[in-house]
């Protein structure tokens, strides 16, 4: 069984960049899929990037393309999001998900909590 575990978030300003790192606490991820979502206080859930198991497709959210960079290296079990440029509005707790050979992401970290200030 896979758990994940996120760490890196923090307090930062505006203009700021942060990365966030998603890694099995146990399994493998080299065959799961991975992907970011981030929920606000009072907001549902929402899709931030999404990398295959290879790494050759990465999709992003319109609200994060061209600031955030999801990668992977399969070989030290760990996901990442590179943010930079970070607004207010990206402020929320970001979770890792995984899911393997499945359309629902079934594997949750326990999320990392990002603040940005104006």
């Known amino acids: 069984q896979v758990q994940l575990v996120e760490s890196g978030g923090a307090l930062v300003q505006a203009g700021d960049s942060l990365k966030l790192t998603c890694a099995a606490a146990?399994?493998?991820?080299?065959?799961?899929?991975m992907a970011w979502f981030r929920q606000a206080p009072g907001n549902e859930r929402q899709f931030v990037a999404s990398?295959?198991?290879?790494?050759?497709?990465?999709n992003y959210a319109p609200a994060v393309k061209g600031r955030f960079t999801l990668s992977r290296d399969n070989g030290k079990n760990t996901a990442y999001l590179q943010m930079n440029s970070l607004k207010p509005e990206d402020t929320a707790t970001y979770y890792c998900?995984?899911?393997?050979?499945?359309?629902?992401?079934?594997?949750w970290g326990q999320g990392t909590q990002v603040t940005v200030s104006s």
């Open positions: 998900a995984g899911r393997l050979r499945s359309n629902e992401w079934d594997v």
């Open positions: 146990s399994g493998r991820l080299s065959a799961f899929d």
């Open positions: 990398i295959n198991w290879n790494g050759g497709i990465i």
